[in-house]
């Protein structure tokens, strides 16, 4: 399908400067993450934070303005709206079936819903099993709380696919006494789209060792040329009583300052213990505007607008992949089967030029490709690119790279 037959529009450069977006209004500031600002003739494009370039659906902004227009934001409760939306799309997205409201509970952020958990079934000072590279936000949160994170190096095979090692999983769990994992899926930042055969093998794992699993299903929508996501839930009955499972809508519809996530947890135990911890705080509350954002989002126009977005960033990233190939020798990626991240290995490129990454993505930040130090993901040598722009813009990067970097 051709871009101008796209009902959404997915090629329009939206001007977010001034319009409270981290990730063009932030660059050369005091955030230790922040890109520099580009050298004077360059404008920046912003490929480092996790958020997309493109207008949500229209159901989103028609939801709010509705509810604005309303003159008074008192104390509320979730609607029966707000749960069905939520079941409604798990079913038609995941094929999640028997899903009730008793399941789901919100959470300010995916990652206080992850310290939620961690912190009803550890305490600071255990230690977590993690798989690397690792989303910075875990590491961050999970250290912050005063836990100690147990790496589990994913592998990468020939062809470049990464795979879990479910011997390292289960030596690591039994030698650190580690009785709590979080697990993503898809994974970020690898961009992996776990098998039914190996998420069953790794919950085999977590089982074998009586292991609580957090799963992070935030990109679970973010799916590239015909990849399905798998809730880790669904692939044993152990399973679906053993995961504290946290999904959103901020990835999938440009909602992250909106705040707003949720749980899905089936197991009664699990659920007492995960509530009451994030009820402790009095803060994990729910904010109006962000469930009726939800309820415009989860809509039947939202599935069609979600169908076009992986059409887009799949072209996106089929490009991208391909463009890399062919012009930057030394530079390896794997093509993600979910998220709009590329994972830019940069060894054999860094090392036949004597370069650093460091003086890479300072060379890139120069010209204004505003990419991510991977470092930070636990990639010694690595660089995250963040596709979900415009292809004009993706494409402008790709050509400012080749001109003046590589």
Same mark, same amino acid.
């Given at each position: 399908?051709?871009?101008?037959?796209?009902?959404?529009?997915?090629?329009?450069?939206?001007?977010?400067?001034?319009?409270?977006?981290?990730?063009?209004?932030?660059? /050369?500031?005091?955030?230790?993450?922040?890109?520099?600002?580009?050298?004077? =003739? &360059?404008?920046?494009?912003?490929?480092?934070?996790?958020?997309?370039?493109?207008?949500?659906?229209?159901?989103? +902004?028609?939801?709010?303005?509705?509810?604005?227009?309303?003159?008074? &934001?008192?104390?509320?409760?979730?609607?029966?709206?707000?749960?069905?939306?939520?079941?409604?799309? +798990?079913?038609?997205?995941?094929?999640?079936? $028997?899903?009730?409201?008793?399941?789901?509970?919100?959470?300010?952020?995916?990652?206080?819903?992850?310290?939620?958990?961690?912190?009803? &079934?550890?305490?600071?000072?255990?230690?977590?099993?993690?798989?690397?590279?690792?989303?910075? $936000?875990?590491?961050?949160?999970?250290?912050?709380?005063?836990?100690?994170?147990?790496?589990?190096?994913?592998?990468?095979?020939?062809?470049?696919?990464?795979?879990?090692?479910?011997?390292?999983?289960?030596?690591?769990?039994?030698?650190?006494?580690?009785?709590?994992?979080?697990?993503?899926?898809?994974?970020?930042?690898?961009?992996?789209?776990?098998?039914?055969?190996?998420?069953?093998?790794?919950?085999?794992?977590?089982?074998?060792?009586? *292991?609580?699993?957090?799963?992070?299903?935030?990109?679970?929508?973010?799916?590239?040329? $015909?990849?399905?996501?798998?809730?880790? +839930?669904?692939?044993?009955?152990?399973?679906?009583?053993?995961?504290?499972?946290?999904?959103?809508?901020?990835?999938?519809?440009?909602?992250? /300052?909106?705040?707003?996530?949720?749980?899905?947890?089936?197991?009664?135990?699990?659920?007492?213990?995960?509530?009451?911890?994030?009820?402790?705080?009095?803060?994990?509350?729910?904010?109006?505007?962000? !469930?009726?954002?939800?309820? /415009?989002?989860?809509?039947?126009? =939202?599935?069609?607008?979600?169908?076009?977005?992986?059409?887009?960033?799949?072209?996106?990233?089929?490009?991208? *992949?391909?463009?890399?190939?062919?012009?930057?020798? $030394?530079?390896?990626?794997?093509?993600?089967?979910?998220?709009? !991240?590329?994972?830019?290995?940069?060894?054999?490129?860094?090392?036949?030029?004597?370069?650093?990454?460091?003086?890479?993505?300072?060379?890139?930040?120069?010209?204004?490709?505003?990419?991510?130090?991977?470092?930070?993901?636990? =990639?010694?040598?690595?660089?995250?690119?963040?596709?979900?722009?415009?292809?004009?813009?993706?494409?402008?990067?790709?050509?400012?790279?080749?001109?003046?970097?590589?």
């Amino acid at each position: 399908m051709k871009m101008e037959h796209y009902k959404y529009d997915f090629t329009s450069v939206i001007e977010r400067s001034g319009k409270d977006a981290l990730a063009v209004d932030s660059l /050369g500031g005091p955030l230790a993450s922040a890109p520099a600002l580009p050298k004077e =003739g &360059f404008d920046a494009i912003p490929m480092w934070v996790a958020d997309m370039n493109f207008p949500t659906v229209p159901t989103v +902004q028609e939801a709010i303005i509705r509810r604005v227009e309303h003159p008074a &934001f008192g104390y509320f409760l979730p609607t029966e709206e707000y749960y069905e939306s939520i079941i409604r799309w +798990q079913e038609t997205r995941n094929g999640v079936k $028997g899903l009730t409201p008793d399941c789901i509970g919100y959470e300010n952020g995916v990652l206080g819903g992850v310290i939620s958990a961690l912190t009803a &079934f550890a305490s600071p000072g255990d230690k977590v099993l993690l798989h690397s590279p690792t989303y910075i $936000g875990f590491t961050a949160s999970i250290e912050n709380n005063g836990y100690q994170i147990i790496h589990s190096p994913l592998k990468k095979e020939e062809d470049g696919t990464w795979r879990m090692d479910y011997e390292d999983m289960d030596a690591k769990l039994k030698a650190e006494h580690i009785h709590v994992a979080v697990f993503c899926s898809p994974h970020n930042p690898c961009g992996r789209v776990w098998e039914r055969e190996e998420l069953e093998r790794a919950m085999e794992v977590y089982q074998k060792n009586d *292991c609580v699993v957090i799963s992070d299903e935030i990109w679970s929508d973010i799916l590239l040329n $015909g990849h399905r996501h798998i809730p880790v +839930q669904s692939v044993s009955e152990d399973a679906r009583n053993r995961t504290v499972a946290l999904y959103a809508p901020s990835k999938t519809f440009n909602l992250a /300052g909106l705040i707003g996530s949720y749980h899905i947890i089936y197991n009664a135990y699990l659920r007492d213990r995960v509530r009451a911890k994030g009820s402790k705080s009095h803060y994990n509350n729910m904010n109006v505007l962000s !469930m009726h954002a939800l309820i /415009g989002a989860y809509q039947s126009e =939202g599935q069609k607008w979600v169908d076009e977005l992986c059409q887009v960033l799949s072209q996106n990233i089929n490009f991208a *992949c391909d463009y890399i190939a062919k012009h930057f020798p $030394g530079i390896e990626v794997s093509k993600p089967e979910g998220t709009y !991240m590329l994972f830019l290995d940069c060894s054999k490129w860094c090392k036949a030029h004597k370069k650093s990454v460091g003086e890479l993505l300072k060379a890139g930040w120069d010209v204004g490709v505003a990419w991510q130090d991977g470092r930070i993901f636990h =990639g010694s040598c690595a660089i995250r690119m963040n596709l979900a722009l415009p292809l004009s813009r993706v494409k402008e990067a790709l050509e400012r790279l080749k001109r003046y970097v590589f």
